[in-house]
T-cell receptor, first 110, second 114 residues
Framework: GENVEQHPSTLSVQEGDSAVIKCTYS??????FPWYKQELGKGPQLIID?????GEKKDQRIAVTLNKTAKHFSLHITETQPEDSAVYFC?????????FGSGTQLTVLP | KAGVTQTPRYLIKTRGQQVTLSCSPI?????VSWYQQTPGQGLQFLFE???????NKGNFPGRFSGRQFSNSRSEMNVSTLELGDSALYLC?????????????FGPGTRLTVT
């Protein structure tokens, strides 16, 4: 089955700096890669996603890149703000099932 | 549009008991997936239902079961509870069909087994 590895597990950045979270996947048939943000006491919130026919996607301060050859994808957050502090999960899907990475605790320091 | 709702939000049960959790998907969504979230194992897929049929199942014992009703609402049941079943149970809904569509999560049900 699919295996998704996510790094780093914790990340601290100064407000205004950029943050990058990286994931690798094992199943070459995976074709959908969402990113979720989970705040304390809440369910994961879909923040951006990318499909395998696209190399990069951007939504305001958030961008995701996908390298199918290397089987890795990354989340980039620019101009970080304190409200970006949360746990971020990457996921990969080859059918209808999402396999999640282990999560990254992002802390934005004021 | 209302989001995914889950009831109850918190639940405390004793070992050996059974529990039923409920999920109402976003209006118009026909697929409901269930996930278990624990600090040690992270987010793990339990099963997915579409049009009252289980389409996909994760690697969990038969004590974990589910169903979906004609209005797309879904329930999951855990029988003979064990301490290790303590977790946040999340439900996610999506439109339908392969490949995977965007899944939107509810707030979860926090189950504590004592």
């Amino acid at each position: 089955g699919e295996n998704v590895e996510q790094h780093p597990s914790t990340l601290s950045v100064q407000e205004g700096d950029s943050a990058v979270i990286k994931c690798t996947y094992s199943d070459s048939a995976s074709n959908y890669f969402p990113w979720y943000k989970q705040e304390l006491g809440k369910g994961p919130q879909l923040i951006i996603d990318i499909r395998s026919n696209v190399g990069e996607k951007k939504d305001q301060r958030i961008a995701v890149t996908l390298n199918k050859t290397a089987k890795h994808f990354s989340l980039h957050i620019t101009e970080t703000q304190p409200e970006d502090s949360a746990v971020y999960f990457c996921a990969a899907s080859s059918s209808r099932q999402l396999t999640f990475g282990s999560g990254t605790q992002l802390t934005v320091l004021p | 549009k209302a989001g995914v709702t889950q009831t109850p939000r918190y639940l405390i049960k004793t070992r050996g008991q059974q529990v039923t959790l409920s999920c109402s998907p976003i209006s118009g969504h026909r697929s409901v997936s269930w996930y278990q979230q624990t600090p040690g194992q992270g987010l793990q897929f339990l099963f997915e239902y579409f049009s009252e049929t289980q389409r996909n199942k994760g690697n969990f014992p038969g004590r974990f079961s589910g169903r979906q009703f004609s209005n797309s609402r879904s329930e999951m049941n855990v029988s003979t509870l064990e301490l290790g079943d303590s977790a946040l149970y999340l439900c996610a809904s999506s439109h339908a069909g392969p490949p995977a569509y965007e899944q939107y999560f509810g707030p979860g049900t926090r189950l504590t087994v004592t």
